[in-house]
């Protein structure tokens, strides 16, 4: 059987300037795509209005061409996606997967205890079969542990209905949620890889539930450590992590092709040259642990990551 074409991507929310965390992420995905002979895609995760910092997605572009990325094919803007969006959700309805939820955030901050990601939700609208207009939709999760091989965090497995609870796939106010919008968006785009942080890896169970309710093909998954900065916090918009110099690549390029367990040489000049290097240094197979990786990966949660 002919194996997929390798199609990776980078999915930055526009929520800032590109900082060294997704400078990371964009890198290793990159290059992985590039070593494998594959296509690396680009899409912009402007799901969730309110978080949208306006002009960051052109400016997250213009840094990634100075950086001399060269992405496959015309960019995904998420909201322009509402009409994907709507008809997964009615074939998550068809299959009697989503139901109507009114709890508010209050009600659960309450009665909900912390999971993997925030507040597991208690199930209180699961069988109500409400009808109300001004609800948010929440996917019914599965029974049993969704398990699968990352090929850096190594198998990992959580139990959606205890760890995470039904999760919510449009909000009242009508913006999809951000699981929904991957999966929807990785299938259009034919993504057969991804190599994204690991603060993201506890969605990735979320992510492979809805894929397989909705028929979609799987992904094989690699979650890149997390950079963190001096006071071990990740470097995130959030933490106003200083967005990367566009005037001076070359010295960014190198410090993450070294976090990347790398070791460039110190003669490269420019540009072409490093990404030229750089495909050719990066190991074709992802191995566990990634050889040279000297940054201790991030395990959110003993429980999710089984065999370490
Ligand atoms: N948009 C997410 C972020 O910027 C990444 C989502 C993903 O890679 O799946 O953190």
Redesign the pocket.
């Known amino acids: 059987m002919a194996t997929p074409p390798y199609r990776g991507r980078f ?3 526009p929520s800032g300037p590109l900082h060294f965390g ?1 400078l990371l992420a964009a890198m290793a995905s990159y290059l992985d795509a590039r070593a494998n002979g594959g296509e690396w895609l680009v899409r912009i ?1 402007d799901v969730d209005p309110p978080r949208i910092v306006p002009g960051a997605a052109d400016r997250i572009l213009h840094t990634l061409e100075l950086y001399g990325f060269q992405w496959h094919g015309p960019v995904m803007y998420q909201s322009r996606r509402g009409v994907a969006y709507r008809a997964a959700l009615a074939e998550l309805s068809r299959l009697g997967l989503v139901y109507r939820c009114v709890c508010s955030r209050k009600a659960l901050l309450e009665n909900a205890r912390r999971g993997v990601d925030g507040l597991v939700y208690p199930g209180v609208c699961r069988a109500l079969n409400l009808e109300t207009r001004q609800a948010a939709l929440r996917f019914r999760v599965p029974a049993g542990r969704v398990i699968f091989a990352d090929a850096i965090q190594g198998r990992v497995a959580c139990d959606l209905a205890t760890e995470c609870g039904d999760f919510v796939l449009q909000r009242a106010d009508g913006v999809y949620g951000y699981q929904l919008a ?1 999966v929807v968006d990785d299938a259009e785009q034919g993504i057969s890889h ?1 190599m ?1 942080g690991a603060d ?1 890896l506890t969605s990735t169970p979320r992510q492979i539930a809805l894929q397989q309710a909705l028929g979609l093909p799987s992904i094989r998954y690699a979650h890149l450590p997390v950079a963190l900065d001096r006071h071990g916090d990740k470097l995130s918009k959030q933490t106003l992590a200083t967005a990367i110099d566009d005037r001076q690549p070359l010295p960014a390029l190198k410090m993450a092709a070294r976090f990347l367990g790398l070791a460039p040489p110190v003669d490269l000049a420019g540009l072409d040259e490093f990404w030229h290097w750089a495909v050719a240094a990066w190991p074709s197979r992802l191995v566990r642990p990634l050889r040279g990786y000297r940054q201790p990966l991030v395990i959110l949660d003993i429980k999710m990551v089984a065999n370490g």
């Open positions: 999915a930055p929310t997704s995760e991957v991804i994204r993201l």
